[in-house]
């Protein structure tokens, strides 16, 4: 998940740890690739809950 607005609000954060860029700021073809996975699309179900314990 993203808290940041931007990587210099991330870069100004006092806990921000600069050898983990590569984990924390990702690309938008990471976020379209990642929310794009059967597991996010189908939440949008009216019955996603009974659905996916049905699997």
């Known amino acids: 998940m ?7 609000h991330l870069n100004n954060w ?9 984990q924390v700021t990702q690309t938008l073809e990471e976020f ?3 929310f794009s996975n059967p597991r996010f699309k189908e939440r949008g179900r009216s019955d ?3 659905w996916k ?3």
């Open 48 to 50: 996603y809950i009974s």
């Open 2 to 8: 993203n808290f940041f607005r931007s990587e210099e």
């Open 32 to 34: 379209m690739e990642r």
């Open 53 to 55: 314990e049905s699997l």
């Open 14 to 22: 006092i806990h921000y740890d600069p050898n983990s860029a590569d």
